[in-house]
């Protein structure tokens, strides 16, 4: 099988390269790889298409995306062409060529109302750029016609480069208290986990095509933002990690009372079951893929 993986130097790009190279040859085009018939750049639709054409490959894995919420406000047009033009351009080649696309999407989709799990039926609506391109991107995606695995997911972290949890230890490292959001609840998903559950989904797909689809991944369980940095730092100082702001010093805040450019969802919680049925999957909680990424990020056990 010979797999092109796009945005292999993100978080989830980076542990794609190790979850897949087992299924076949893996080429891996960064951003700046933009020769006419090697362009790993996704702001650039039709050289994707030209590169897909020209590679041939059984599988493209596209983990790049424009994930700069509040940015993407006033920067629609190159959110629009990293998070739906070009996921479609590679829906087209691939539909072509009879090949798979592997693509995640986000609970950004969703308008974030109620406090129950969405199911892949649920209707959308984004609130917020970001969300809408993700959408769009998806339905450009399904009405290619091309065999797909679209993975929704939500607050991806990863022991490489920076996420909620190492940013809670820096400012808790720095103050004695901390105001976090307490209205948002989803669950905190490690890149190793959506890399893993997308290799064996993949591995199931290719083989039997009526598995292909939209399926939401995401870890077990839920949380408040609150909570998770007060997990964090309970985790830490159990560990020694010098802290001037324990977990009893932080306070939750209302969404309102913390504005920013896009909106957030409030109700990011995602229904797996469909996943979990049709591919013969556990998905652990959402602590033991944090713990496992702190112990990483700062060197302890």
Same mark, same amino acid.
């Given at each position: ?86 996921? +479609? ?22 308008? +974030?109302?109620? =406090?129950?799990?969405?199911?892949? !039926?649920?209707?959308? +609506? ?18 290619? #016609?091309? !065999? $797909? ?7 991806? $972290? ?23 959001? =307490? =209205? ?61 702001? #324990? ?55």
């Amino acid at each position: 099988m010979k797999i092109l993986l796009l945005g292999p130097d993100g978080q989830l790009g980076w542990e794609l390269r190790r979850a897949l190279a087992p299924l076949g040859e893996v080429i891996a085009l960064t951003r700046a790889d933009v020769s006419p018939e090697r362009c790993g750049d996704l702001t650039r639709p039709e050289a994707l298409n030209t590169t897909v054409m020209a590679l041939r490959p059984d599988v493209v894995v596209n983990a790049g995306a424009y994930t700069a919420v509040d940015k993407a406000e006033t920067d629609a047009g190159t959110a629009r062409a990293v998070n739906a033009r070009a996921p +479609g351009a590679l829906a087209l080649a691939l539909a072509e060529l009879g090949g798979w696309l592997v693509h995640y999407s986000t609970d950004y989709v969703f308008d +974030g109302s109620g =406090d129950q799990a969405r199911d892949e !039926q649920a209707p959308t +609506g984004p609130l917020s750029v970001y969300g809408r391109t993700k959408l769009e991107g998806e339905d450009l995606i399904r009405a290619s #016609g091309c !065999q $797909h695995l679209i993975l929704r997911t939500s607050w991806v $972290h990863a022991a490489r480069g920076g996420n909620f949890a190492r940013t809670m230890l820096r400012l808790a490292a720095e103050r004695d208290r901390l105001t976090v959001v =307490d =209205d948002q609840v989803g669950a905190p998903t490690g890149a190793d986990l959506l890399a893993d559950i997308t290799a064996h989904a993949l591995r199931r797909a290719v083989l039997d095509a009526g598995l292909g689809g939209t399926y939401h991944a995401v870890a077990a369980g839920e949380v408040s933002w609150c909570d998770y940095a007060r997990h964090v730092l309970a985790w830490a100082r159990q560990r020694g990690v010098a802290l001037k702001a #324990g977990p009893e010093a932080v306070q939750g805040i209302a969404t309102r009372d913390y504005p920013t450019p896009a909106v957030r969802p409030l109700n990011s919680r995602l229904d797996t079951r469909l996943l979990r049925q049709r591919f013969g999957l556990h998905l652990p909680d959402w602590r033991s893929g944090v713990d496992r990424m702190l112990c990483e990020a700062l060197n302890l056990r």
